[in-house]
C-alpha cells in the first residue's frame, strides 16, 4: 500500500510524509514528518510501519516513550525480554522509557503498525 500526503484542505494541515523506508528484510517505515506541519512542530514523532508475513522488526530500546496502534494484521510482541504475546489489529500498546521491545508477524498478511514516540519529560 502506498502512503501518500495529499494537499492541506483549507485551514487543515496535511503532514508531510518521508520516503519509505526498508529497515530490514520485510519490514518497511514511514516517517510523518511532524517537525514541518504548519502552524509548528508537533510535540511528538509519528510512523507508520508494516512487516511482511514472518517478517520481525529489530530489537528496539530507546529513551522515548511509545505507543502502537495495531491497524492490520496480527503478531507476536516481545516486551522487556518476557515470552511473546499475541496482539492484533485493534490493540494499543505502551512502551515505557527503556523497555526493549520486537514485533513478529504470525499471520498471512502484512501486520501494519502506527507509532507515536515522545521525550519522556522525567
Do not use: K
Amino acid at each position: 500500500m502506498a502512503l501518500r500526503s495529499p494537499e492541506g484542505v483549507e485551514g487543515h494541515a496535511r503532514a508531510p510524509l518521508a520516503e519509505t523506508q526498508r529497515v530490514c528484510e520485510g519490514m518497511s517505515l514511514t516517517l510523518v514528518e511532524t517537525a514541518r506541519l504548519r502552524g509548528g512542530p508537533a510535540p511528538v514523532r509519528m510512523s507508520r510501519f508494516e512487516l511482511a508475513p514472518g517478517a520481525r522488526s529489530p530489537l528496539d530500546v530507546h529513551e522515548e516513550r511509545e505507543m502502537w496502534m495495531l491497524a492490520q494484521g496480527h503478531g507476536a510482541l516481545s516486551y522487556r525480554g518476557q515470552p511473546p504475546f499475541p496482539v492484533r489489529a485493534g490493540d494499543v500498546v505502551a512502551f515505557e522509557t527503556g523497555s526493549s521491545h520486537t514485533l513478529t508477524n504470525t499471520g498471512s498478511e502484512p501486520l501494519v503498525v502506527f507509532s507515536i514516540w515522545w521525550d519522556d519529560p522525567a
